[in-house]
């Protein structure tokens, strides 16, 4: 690549203009992960160019979020809406839907769109299927490109665990605009601290992800467990009360590893150790890889891409934490609860009142990996406690449905359409007021 060198401070004040956008919140958008099997036999891995048959009717595209303008160089998506369609490592599917400025409007285009793609893939003779990690099959990397080929090599570097989330997860994934510059709800540093006290609820309340090559794991959320032991420089959220957030975050990601540098040739792969900050200070220094070039714009917003918190500024706010869920229209209840709660100042309130009782100490001793970077212990651990025992912890089931009721009354108050208010309900009375989750019922089946 011939573009100029940037510096750290250089590189520092683009993460700032990048990463954490400003304004009036409003818009919405939702990324969709789906496993793809074979419904005659859900365990048979199924090949790379079935599943490529199935989307070729739509097209690649690049991704873009609620806050996120679309490169030049992208064309719209060819699903109906012009949402995008793009292929996981593993052979899962990504639908990522354009910016709404409603609810219902982003709920209404994104099931047309999956109705549209639920066609071509049946065609195929596959399904979409909505599970937050693959019960039955055996990570297996299906997309031989390089980018894909050095993150395994990455995560092969501390054990299974970047396998299985690349090949083997899926997800429902919510967008918001990160908010304005006030200290009032629709600030983004609010939203920030509601997203992130809000993460364990949310993890449990939607678990879905008990089974790891037909068995029971122990967690009702192993896909969140899978996150928990990979790489922490990358997964874990910066610490959630840091007076300046934009700083934050520009540290977080100059202090991750980069995963992998961008070539004209098939060989994207940097040895063990090597920050964004090393680089940007010392790009030709013995201590990296030989001959690396110096790091350019285009190589930090690809580094930003690599970086898979919880939560993660994009322009907008992509809420990651929450498993892919069952049926046709299980995603729109994480969308819509999530939605509610960060779209009305009363329920934003009502919801950081509930969900913060669940954290040790007051939100300023939070520890900066926010507890997810310790596997194996649950106690004491929101985040784990949530992926370990779902809505069956007693404090995370009474959050769970404080939430849920400031969710529905701001519906209501929204005066979304009833099917919305009426899945929402539907969800609350099976799960929520139960103290059960998706998970439940799979591990109910395997019994």
């Known amino acids: ?213 037909g068995q029971p794991t122990g967690w009702r959320s192993t896909r969140q467990q899978v996150w928990a032991r990979m790489d922490a420089g990358r997964t874990r959220p910066p610490r959630v009360s840091a007076p300046d957030l934009r700083a934050a975050w520009a540290s977080y990601a100059l202090d991750a590893q980069v995963m992998c540098v961008q070539s004209d040739g098939t060989d994207w792969m940097v040895p063990a150790g090597l920050t964004l900050r090393d680089w940007l200070r010392s790009p030709r220094a013995a201590s990296g890889p030989a001959g690396l070039r110096p790091a350019g714009p285009d190589d930090l917003d690809y580094h930003l891409s690599t970086l898979f918190p919880p939560v993660r500024p994009r322009g907008h706010f992509e809420i990651r934490m929450i498993d892919a869920q069952p049926g046709d229209d299980g995603w729109i209840v994480p969308l819509a609860v999530t939605t509610a709660l960060l779209s009305d100042p009363r329920a934003a309130d009502e919801a950081l009142a509930a969900a913060e009782r669940i954290w040790p100490g007051s939100p300023g001793d939070w520890p900066a990996d926010g507890g997810v970077a310790q596997p194996g212990r649950a106690d004491g651990n929101p985040w784990l406690t949530a992926a370990r025992y779902g809505p069956a912890d007693p404090a995370i089931a009474r959050a769970a449905r404080e939430c849920f009721a400031a969710a529905r009354a701001a519906l209501d108050r929204a005066g979304v359409p009833e099917p919305v208010t009426a899945a929402v309900d539907a969800f609350t009375d099976t799960y929520v007021d139960r103290g059960r989750c998706p998970a439940d019922d799979l591990l109910e089946e395997t019994r």
């Open 1 to 213: 690549m011939t573009e100029l060198a940037l510096r750290e401070e250089q590189a520092t004040a683009r993460i700032h203009g990048i990463c954490l956008k400003t304004g009036p919140p409003g818009r919405v958008g939702v990324e969709l992960e789906w496993l793809v099997r074979d419904p005659s036999d859900p365990a048979r891995p199924v090949p790379a160019q079935r599943i490529a048959s199935a989307a070729a009717a739509f097209g690649p595209g690049t991704p873009g979020g609620p806050a996120t303008a679309l490169p030049s160089s992208s064309r719209p998506g060819a699903l109906p809406s012009g949402a995008f369609l793009t292929s996981e490592p593993g052979g899962q599917l990504e639908l990522s839907s354009l910016p709404a400025d409603s609810l219902a409007g982003l709920i209404s285009a994104t099931r047309a769109d999956l109705a549209a793609l639920r066609a071509a893939v049946a065609a195929e003779g596959l399904e979409l299927t909505g599970i937050g990690l693959d019960p039955f099959r055996p990570p297996r990397r299906v997309l031989r490109l390089p980018r894909y080929a050095a993150m395994e090599e990455f995560f092969d570097r501390s054990g299974p665990w970047g396998r299985q989330m690349m090949c083997g997860t899926a997800s429902v994934q919510v967008c918001l605009d990160a908010g304005d510059d006030s200290a009032a709800s629709t600030g983004y540093a609010y939203r920030w601290r509601l997203l992130h006290a809000l993460g364990p609820v949310l993890v449990a309340a939607f678990a879905n992800s008990p089974l790891r090559e």
